[in-house]
């Protein structure tokens, strides 16, 4: 899409070739970024305040206060600069204020655009967002090839330097858009000398955005009303310490039935022991796995109810004696066996089964 006419971007990012990388530094680059990834973390969580402060500047005063924005654009810079750093583009630390081969910067916007804030920008931006996924697996595998390639040669290919250096840039403006340091439309180039977007460009990612946002959230809406409904299965408590089987019931195309329940489950049948005043029960199914796909089966799909309201996490599963995680292969027929500890004086009222596989349906076994 074409830019128009116009000064460079308010929003810059400059960065300086090396003529010679040191070649150690290549090799143990990953070790040596440690530190500055660790401060990174701590200055993206300082970012996400001040971005907060700004906005609700803007709102209220169409202005972001000269200090604020200066210290969040000081924030950001630090930030390009530790991401050239782990990016191989300089070996030389990020450092916290002074000169550098890596620079950002945004020229201060004496007013700005309230309701445009966060959702509007967000929206029109989502064409850049498309194009900056696929933008960065290259200078992910640019900046591969470029450490193997300073290993041997000892420095940075100058045509995929500035190829990593167009898509930070490229992710720059756009982040300055995003979070409201200029109201300027961002442009569709890695060029360091491309100005705001024009507006052929900006109706075209309006309409993109708005049609990928609406469809986004109609998915979202169909898969509401689509998503299978939770089964609710009514078992009589006793007869099934009988060893009379409850109800057998399809979830996704695994066939579910609760055998039986062992209440207490004597210590001597398990290598567990409850806690004084406690006991153990044991609830044992039968998964019969008719998808064309191996099912896993997990200790977290399996939650009790005590009559007291108290939720209970399971102490052992197994399946055909395996301790899970298990995987039930296709055509499959299994004994999977849930241990759950409760206090002794009370009952267990439900039992939830929320297998991953069952796309968010849940079997909900009520004891009578």
Wanted: contains cysteine.
């Amino acid at each position: 899409m074409a830019t128009a006419e116009s000064a460079p971007y308010p929003a810059i990012f400059e960065a300086v070739c090396p003529e010679r990388v040191s070649r150690w530094k290549v090799l143990l680059r990953i070790f040596l970024a440690i530190p500055v990834l660790i401060f990174w973390a701590v200055v993206s969580s300082a970012a996400d305040a001040v971005v907060l402060g700004s906005w609700l500047a803007i709102i209220v005063r169409r202005r972001i206060p000269r200090w604020l924005f200066d210290f969040q654009v000081a924030l950001y810079r630090w930030q390009y600069r530790a991401m050239s750093y782990v990016l191989l583009l300089t070996e030389a630390y990020p450092p916290f204020e002074g000169d550098y081969p890596i620079d950002f910067d945004v020229r201060y916007p004496e007013r700005l655009i309230r309701w445009k804030v966060l959702v509007w920008k967000v929206i029109t931006s989502i064409p850049h967002f498309i194009l900056l996924f696929f933008l960065w697996i290259g200078a992910l595998l640019a900046t591969i090839v470029a450490w193997f390639y300073a290993l041997i040669a000892g420095r940075y290919p100058k045509g995929l330097f500035d190829y990593v250096v167009g898509v930070i840039r490229w992710s720059a403006r756009v982040n300055a858009y995003v979070l409201s340091l200029t109201d300027e439309y961002p442009p569709f180039n890695l060029s360091a000398t491309a100005g705001p977007a024009g507006g052929d460009a900006y109706l075209i990612s309006s309409i993109i955005g708005f049609l990928l946002t609406g469809g986004i959230i109609a998915g979202g809406v169909v898969l509401a009303v689509t998503l299978p409904e939770d089964l609710e299965v009514e078992v009589n408590y006793e007869r099934l310490q009988a060893g009379v089987p409850a109800m057998g019931v399809e979830v996704g195309d695994v066939r579910v039935s609760m055998l039986s329940a062992t209440d207490p489950l004597a210590e001597e049948e398990t290598l567990l022991e409850p806690e004084s005043g406690n006991r153990l029960i044991m609830f044992e199914f039968s998964m019969l796995n008719d998808s064309w796909r191996d099912v896993e089966i997990k200790k977290s799909d399996f939650k009790l109810k005590d009559e007291e309201g108290d939720k209970h996490d399971t102490e052992l599963v197994t399946v055909d004696g395996h301790a899970a995680p298990e995987e039930v292969e296709e055509d499959e027929l299994t004994t999977v066996q849930v241990v759950f500890e409760v206090p002794s004086e009370v009952d267990p009222e439900r039992l939830d089964f929320s297998p991953g596989f069952a796309f968010a349906k849940t079997v909900k076994y009520v004891f009578e």
